[in-house]
């Protein structure tokens, strides 16, 4: 890597390192309902959103209960969106007088960012209206990021549960993930964006000529405050379509930085906040250390592959590396970063086309999203995710030396082992059934752009960033053609939004499910006492199986598919240069 690139990354780490213990620590108090600096402003809020919710907002739920509030408000929030995105063409702060997406579009889309996806079949600035941006999907940012952080708090309770099974109140835990979490820190970044120029307006576009003499739009619009919540959510679906390469999302080296920053910092937090509820910070800082020492490694993989290009580059003399669809504003050392960022972070947000990355630089954010997204992950998701590979990597500790399994004084049982087991292959599972299914029908065949492994690659691609809840693409793909296109309204496109929607809900609900489940067995289990034989879960030795475990289950499944696409690719890029 070079110096600049270096110095990025240990800023990055160091911040985040700093700041864990500090958010951790501040969401550990919010979510056990001791008194923050903020609940004398935000209390009455809070009251006043619980009495909405009714009756059951009053009560603490087992995991039956807390997963069936979960499914409602996400099914509200569905109907919701897509009522917005259907009668777009009647709503206020239209300048461009924007009509409706395609059904199948619209679906996918209100499916993409009620899941935390943000999948974008279209074009932001081209194919939304403001009103459908600000009251649709930004409001879906903060709510579908609020339900992961939810369910990664029910978990933990679960997890330090004396007796009983309450996992807490999914409606309590909602509000207060939005309003002492994700509303206060998206106004310190909107305001910091727009300092920096992002654009935040309701203007009409403008109308300019460029240098050549052609005519060119320029979207205006509600941006900064949107592309807070994308970042600091993990959502990623940006306002443009072309997202954070836009200078008017992202115009400097130094909201490119913040921008890698705020999609980590509440997913590397939420690791403290585990340690500080399960009173034991050790444990969380072991987390914290496994999906670190995950993430050094994609970044600097993605650095180097792309540093040295590809052979075809060098067979045509082509020095300085790879920087076919790189902004120069970020260079190599910033795309990078982002892609690997972006990837451990089921975020999406992009600041350099995905497809133009080599093969070996391409099939590392691939391995990222195929781990489950677990290498700190979306917010709450991440961490979730995490807890599940701790406890297979448990069980399989146990298993090797004869005991019974424990985690943090509870054992692990032939139930809870199932449930992670599901949790864990469900989304490996959708996206390759999605990916083989595009690939070996003729459905998916309007929507497959090129050939070969690239071909294979963007078809995979889409499916594992779907599945993952991830939201990010490689170009090719595509579920949505303009409305002079020869193919508008033929299955094979409608076959890519439905299937598509398919593996966003399969990648979604099935684990959270799965978890809220686990969640509600450890809950009624009795704290076993420590004894010589223990198994520990908080020294390198437990951090070194961990990674083993994750690189196992999640990596090894991927194999024979990352050889069909990324590698033969990587390996192939100099044979017609």
């Not at 110095?7 to 550990?28: I, K, N, R, S």
């Not at 998916?444 to 963007?458: A, K, L, M, T, V």
Request: include cysteine; charge should be neutral.
């Amino acid at each position: 890597m070079d110096w600049p690139g270096i110095g990025q990354l240990a800023l990055l780490v160091g911040l985040l390192t700093a700041l864990t213990p500090l958010l951790g620590g501040y969401m550990a108090r919010v979510f056990s309902g001791e008194r923050v600096w903020l609940t004398p402003l935000l209390a009455p809020v809070e009251r006043g959103a619980l009495r909405l919710f009714g009756a059951e907002a009053e009560r603490d739920q087992n995991w039956k209960r807390y997963g069936l509030s979960l499914l409602a408000f996400s099914a509200a929030s569905w109907v919701v969106l897509y009522l917005i995105l259907a009668t777009q063409s009647i709503h206020p702060w239209n300048p461009q007088g924007l009509g409706a997406m395609p059904w199948d579009v619209n679906f996918n889309t209100t499916t993409s960012f009620v899941t935390n996806t943000n999948w974008q079949f279209y074009a932001g600035e081209t194919t939304l209206s403001n009103f459908s941006q600000m009251a649709g999907l930004a409001v879906q940012n903060f709510v579908s990021a609020a339900v992961g952080i939810a369910v990664a708090i029910a978990l933990i309770r679960g997890i330090v549960s004396r007796s009983g099974d309450s996992l807490g109140n999914f409606w309590r835990d909602l509000t207060r993930a939005i309003l002492y979490i994700l509303l206060p820190l998206s106004i310190l970044a909107t305001i910091f964006f727009i300092s920096q120029g992002v654009i935040q307006n309701l203007s009409d576009y403008v109308r300019l000529t460029t240098l050549t003499g052609h005519e060119q739009v320029l979207g205006m619009g509600p941006n900064a405050s949107q592309e807070a919540i994308k970042l600091i959510g993990t959502n990623g679906g940006g306002f443009f379509n072309v997202n954070s390469a836009m200078p008017f999302s992202n115009p400097s080296g130094l909201t490119n930085f913040v921008q890698v920053f705020l999609i980590l910092l509440i997913p590397t937090a939420l690791t403290a906040t585990f340690g500080r509820m399960v009173g034991s910070r050790r444990q969380g800082w072991a987390i914290f250390a496994a999906m670190m020492a995950l993430f050094l490694v994609a970044v600097v993989v993605v650095h180097l592959a792309e540093s040295n290009g590809s052979p075809a580059q060098h067979l045509a003399g082509i020095a300085g590396g790879n920087m076919e669809g790189k902004e120069t504003r970020f260079g190599i050392s910033g795309s990078s970063l982002f892609a690997a960022v972006t990837t451990v972070a089921s975020c999406g947000a992009v600041n350099a086309a995905m497809e133009s990355l080599t093969g070996l630089g391409g099939a590392v954010p691939m391995a990222n999203m195929m781990t489950g997204e677990v290498i700190f992950g979306g917010v709450g998701a991440g961490l979730y995710g995490m807890l599940m590979m701790v406890l297979l990597a448990v069980f399989l500790a146990g298993l090797m030396v004869g005991r019974t399994p424990e985690y943090l004084g509870k054992r692990i049982g032939a139930r809870e082992v199932k449930l992670v087991a599901i949790a864990a292959l469900a989304t490996p599972l959708t996206m390759l059934a999605g990916s083989g299914l595009a690939m070996a029908t003729k459905w998916g065949d309007p929507s497959i752009y090129n050939g070969g492994p690239q071909g294979f690659s963007e078809t995979l691609y889409a499916y594992v960033s779907q599945a993952a809840n991830n939201g990010s693409a490689f170009a090719g793909y595509t579920g949505f053609l303009q409305p002079n296109g020869d193919n508008v309204g033929a299955f094979g496109i409608t076959f890519a939004d439905l299937m598509g929607s398919a593996a966003l809900f399969a990648g979604r609900f099935i684990p959270i499910i799965a978890i809220l489940a686990v969640a509600g067995a450890l809950a009624g289990k009795r704290v076993a006492p420590e004894g010589a034989g223990t198994f520990r879960t908080d020294n390198p030795t437990f951090v070194v199986l961990l990674i083993g475990v994750v690189l196992l289950v999640a990596l090894l499944t991927f194999v024979p598919a990352l050889l069909l696409g990324p590698i033969v690719q990587s390996l192939s890029e100099g044979l017609f240069a």
